[in-house]
């Protein structure tokens, strides 16, 4: 399994991004997807995940509201748009496949990480 994530980049707190992760070597579909995100010295964090079809999501308090996860499964890729951007959100984000179809957010229930995509937010 391979996770690609791309969208990162460099914003103005208030602006949005849409990160994208395609994955391939699996049968997408059948699985959850998730988000984490790291910061500069603390420790990965969830931020979003969704359950094999798209039905059931789940957010990190510090995001409701402002980022919004969704996936396409006929193209193999989850998203995650992401508005009203913050300084304390820059991060490099992660997509991740559950190891079933649910939408945990817990760090043991995901079996597969892309490589990342870093995500900063000026002041």
């Known amino acids: 399994v391979q996770l690609q994530a791309c969208g990162g980049g460099l914003v103005q707190a208030g602006g949005s991004l849409r990160l994208s992760c395609a994955a391939s070597g699996c049968t997408f579909s059948t699985y959850g997807m998730g988000w984490f995100r790291q910061a500069s010295g603390k420790e990965r964090e969830f931020v979003a995940s969704?359950?094999?079809?798209?039905?059931?999501?789940n957010y990190a308090d510090s995001v409701k509201g402002r980022f919004t996860i969704s996936r396409d499964n006929a193209k193999n890729t989850v998203y995650l748009q992401m508005n009203a951007l913050k300084p304390e959100d820059t991060a490099v984000y992660y997509c991740?496949?559950?190891?079933?179809?649910?939408?945990?957010?817990?760090?043991?229930?995901?079996?597969?990480w892309g490589q990342g995509t870093l995500v900063t937010v000026s002041s």
């Open positions: 969704i359950s094999w079809g798209g039905g059931r999501t």
């Open positions: 991740a496949m559950s190891r079933g179809g649910s939408h945990s957010s817990r760090f043991d229930d995901y079996a597969y």
